[in-house]
């Protein structure tokens, strides 16, 4: 059994929009979850969910829900709080690497925890972290 850290876009897809997904990184995803791995992901995922309901970019459902599978305690996931020690790790990411705050934490937080990162994002996989995508 072994965790992975979700970015926002990736947590998005795997509950809405599986097609979005490489066919090699849904699959580790499901066997993650099969095998009782957790999702990780940072609550600024969570601000970042709501930020883009409220510009209408995403539909309240996915906050709504992505709150119920919290609430509810789902096993498949976690969530990883923002904490001094990621704060720490932030400062060895290049700020002209990855310029988004947002970016910055998750990578932090994928330091601090050390575990494989699924993004699309080209900044965050070309950082010295493991990444899937």
């Avoid at 919290?70 to 310029?99: G, H, Q, W």
């Avoid at 925890?113 to 080209?122: A, E, N």
């Amino acid at each position: 059994m072994s965790d992975l850290f979700v970015d926002t876009h990736a947590l998005v897809w795997y509950l809405f929009d599986s097609k979005k997904f490489k066919g090699a990184t849904l699959v580790k995803l499901e066997e993650t979850v099969a095998s009782g791995g957790r999702l990780f992901f940072s609550t600024i995922s969570l601000v970042e969910i709501l930020y883009l309901v409220e510009k209408e970019r995403l539909v309240p459902e996915t906050y709504h829900r992505l709150f119920d599978l919290i609430r509810k305690d789902d096993p498949r996931f976690a969530v990883y709080p923002l904490t001094a020690a990621i704060v720490n790790c932030m400062e060895s990411i290049p700020r002209r690497l990855v310029p988004d705050m947002p970016d910055r934490i998750i990578a932090g937080s994928v330091i601090e925890l050390g575990l494989p990162l699924v993004t699309r994002d080209s900044a965050l996989q070309a950082l010295d972290i493991a990444t899937i995508w």
